[in-house]
């Protein structure tokens, strides 16, 4: 059972950054892939970036949305993966959820299906204003 825990949104003005936190425990973390989502109101949640848990050097999938603006990091050490938000934009508002997954993926796989995620965080409201 892994619980996941978000941290770090709030209320920005647009071209303005926030960095989110997701503290992970009850898992492998090292061994466990894990992504961003975020679900703006009457909005399908839909996947932000997501990445692998492979090491030395993890892989990462940004959504088409925020590529080049968001980037996607994780800190086996510290069972945390953060999302560092960069160039925000009003259409960015959302709540943001961390999910991992307890398949047995490949260990250079990025999940990108919510289906392939089941454990969820709370998730955390982002809101840029114009």
């Known amino acids: 059972q892994v619980q996941l825990v978000e941290s770090g949104g709030g209320l920005v003005q647009a071209g303005g950054s926030l960095r989110l936190s997701c503290a992970a425990s009850?898992?492998?973390?090292?061994?466990?892939?894990m992504g961003w989502f975020r679900q703006a109101p009457a909005k399908e949640r839909e996947l932000v970036a997501s990445i692998s848990w492979s090491q030395p050097t993890s892989y990462a999938y940004y959504a088409d949305s925020v590529k080049g603006r968001f980037t996607i990091t994780r800190d086996n050490a510290k069972n945390t993966v953060f999302l560092q938000m960069n160039r925000l934009e009003p259409e960015d508002t959302a709540v943001y959820l961390c999910?991992?997954?307890?398949?047995?993926?490949?260990?250079?796989?990025?999940?990108?299906?919510?289906?392939?995620?089941?454990?969820w965080g709370q998730g955390t409201q982002v809101t840029v204003s114009s």
């Open positions: 009850g898992g492998t973390f090292s061994r466990i892939a």
């Open positions: 999910a991992a997954t307890s398949l047995g993926l490949s260990s250079s796989y990025t999940p990108r299906n919510r289906r392939e995620y089941d454990y």
